[in-house]
């Protein structure tokens, strides 16, 4: 199981250590400084204390100097490798502003998407999380190689890629590809109970039975209005099963003659025995 920040930080003596890893193992030292938050007029993570609180603490946070008593503001150069120890109360309290600082991210994943650089490196969490994406990746391949290819063309309008007309072997291609780069998004398409409602949504769109009115930039089917968006528009269509019907009517009508004709062909019990009576009285004569 994959151990947090959290954990860490209510954990063992021996466990409240946290490592700050630099991205760029090249970095020097970066001195960082608590962060100021507009929102609540005041550094993030630190207490706001009075001339009195101050008194007799061993330790406290410096902020809002300026001028000649700029440097009396509490910093701290960082630099890869550099450790926290949650059981020092000096590094306690440093680490309540620390974790919101902007040059440092609670992941090495989260840092990818951020401007950090630093993270926090707990150990086996990056193998944890890569196993699982590798995981994830072999299932999805897996639902594809086990797909019937008449349902590829399907698959991929669902993913946003219409490949109507495409040989099988070429969607296949395109879907194992997407199973390997983003396989969460081919587990939501083979495995979502709503993906019959989006295919079908995407399928009107398509037919211009569904359209996006340039007038009012609302999703209009006929004169219903389904909402302001794609997933708005699937969600009253969730939630309205009379329109559901015909739409559904008009864009899969094959199926619909197809019930019709089961229903014509199916005799009830009695009728049944009337033909069964009808038929032997003929072999009879």
């Known amino acids: 199981m994959e151990t947090t920040i959290e954990q860490l930080e209510n954990g063992t003596i021996s466990d409240q250590v946290i490592e700050i890893k630099a991205i760029y193992k090249t970095a ?14 005041w550094w993030a993570g630190v207490d706001r204390l009075t001339d009195r609180d101050k008194e007799g603490l061993p330790y406290y946070v410096t902020v ?5 008593e700029s440097h009396l ?3 701290i150069a960082l630099k890869d490798g550099f450790i926290i120890d949650l059981n020092d109360p000096v590094d306690a309290i440093n680490w309540k502003w620390l ?14 998407s951020s401007k950090a650089l630093f993270y926090v490196h707990i150990e086996g969490r990056e193998a944890e999380l890569t196993n699982s994406k590798t995981e994830k990746m072999f299932e999805a ?5 086990e797909d019937p290819t ?8 669902l993913l946003n890629m219409d490949m109507e007309g495409e040989k099988p ?21 083979y495995r979502s109970k709503s993906m019959k409602i989006n295919l079908l949504y995407l399928k009107a769109k398509k037919a211009n039975k569904i359209i996006v009115d340039s007038r009012d930039n609302v999703v209009r089917y006929g004169q219903t209005i389904l909402g302001v968006s794609d997933d708005s528009a699937i969600a009253y269509l969730l939630n309205n099963e009379d329109i559901l019907e015909l739409l559904e009517r008009e864009i899969n009508p094959e199926y619909f003659s197809t019930q019709a004709k089961k229903a014509e062909t199916k005799l009830t019990p009695i009728q ?7 038929a032997k009285a003929e072999e009879e004569k």
């Open 150 to 157: 008449t349902n590829y063309e399907n698959r991929a309008l």
């Open 28 to 41: 020097g030292k970066h001195t960082v400084q608590p962060a100021f938050n507009p929102a609540t007029n």
């Open 73 to 75: 503001n509490t910093k």
């Open 169 to 189: 072997a070429v969607i296949k291609e395109f879907l194992l590809e997407k199973a390997k780069k983003d396989p969460e998004s081919i587990l939501r398409v």
């Open 272 to 278: 049944a025995a009337q033909a069964a009576r009808a």
């Open 99 to 112: 974790k919101h600082c902007p040059e440092i991210a609670m992941s090495y994943a989260q840092a990818q």
């Open 64 to 68: 809002g100097k300026t001028g000649a």
């Open 141 to 145: 391949m897996r639902l594809v190689m």
